[in-house]
């Protein structure tokens, strides 16, 4: 059983489209994240959602939305992407009472912008 | 706000020798977290190994082990018995204590890429 799982591993597109990446997570974790991973491998997180509230939005431009219909699910939504979109992505979650808060990643997503 | 450094690019180890990692980081805060997390060619983010500041004995898991200097502001990671398996890039982490916005995030070093010699 995967821990955190995210979908698709690969997407390839046009500069211009619209796209989402899905995370869930069956830890039972009540908090996930984004983070996004460049081609020089650096990660920086993204996004934070703590019971479906977010908690955590760093400089990110706001053509990328996250919604969290539920604590086991975080989504990512991109519009218009861009050439420098073009990164992995990472879904992580923790709980905040367990294990010092540690973070499980997901295998990431590599989104390759045309 | 907290940095993490990694001086090392890239680390190369014999097979069955031991490799040293080197992390060092920048905080005004007392009280937080630090995470070794090792990413393969696969691409999965593995937890290797968590100290938290609080805690003065070192953080052991196998082979794994952490050379922490509060003072110093240094979490080094030290590889014992180096198998081909471990060849990866190794990334430190910070977190701060507690819960709520931004002392969730983990903050990432630039990474180490280690290559294991047969």
């Known amino acids: 059983d995967t821990a955190v799982s995210q979908t698709p591993k690969y997407l390839v597109t046009q500069m211009g489209n619209d796209k989402s990446i899905k995370c869930e997570q069956n830890?039972?974790?009540?908090?996930m994240y984004w983070y996004k991973q460049d081609s020089k491998k650096f990660l920086k997180i993204m996004f934070s959602y703590n019971n479906k509230e977010l908690i955590i939005n760093e400089t990110v431009p706001n053509r990328f939305s996250p919604k969290s219909p539920d604590k086991a699910h975080l989504n990512l939504h991109i519009n218009s992407l861009e050439l420098g979109d073009s990164a992995v992505y990472f879904c992580?979650?923790?709980?905040?009472?367990?294990?010092?808060?540690?973070?499980?990643f997901g295998a990431g997503t590599r989104l390759s912008v045309l | 706000a907290q940095t993490v450094t990694q001086s090392q690019p890239e680390m190369s180890v014999q097979e069955a020798e031991t490799v040293t990692l080197s992390c060092t980081y920048d905080?005004?805060?007392?009280?937080?977290?630090l995470f070794w997390y090792k990413q393969p060619p696969s691409r999965q983010m593995i937890l290797v190994i968590r100290?938290?500041?609080?805690?003065?004995q070192n953080a052991t898991e196998n082979r794994f082990s952490v050379n922490f200097q509060k003072a110093a502001k240094s979490f080094s990671l030290k590889i014992s018995d180096s198998q081909l398996g471990d060849a990866a890039m190794y990334f430190c982490?910070?977190?701060?204590?507690?819960?709520?916005?931004?002392?969730?995030?983990?903050?990432f070093g630039t990474g180490t890429l280690l290559a294991v010699q047969p």
């Open positions: 905080t005004s805060e007392s009280d937080y977290y």
């Open positions: 830890l039972g974790h009540d908090t």
């Open positions: 100290q938290e500041a609080y805690k003065q």
């Open positions: 992580a979650s923790s709980h905040r009472d367990r294990e010092g808060n540690i973070q499980y």
């Open positions: 982490a910070y977190r701060s204590a507690g819960f709520g916005g931004a002392t969730n995030k983990l903050i």
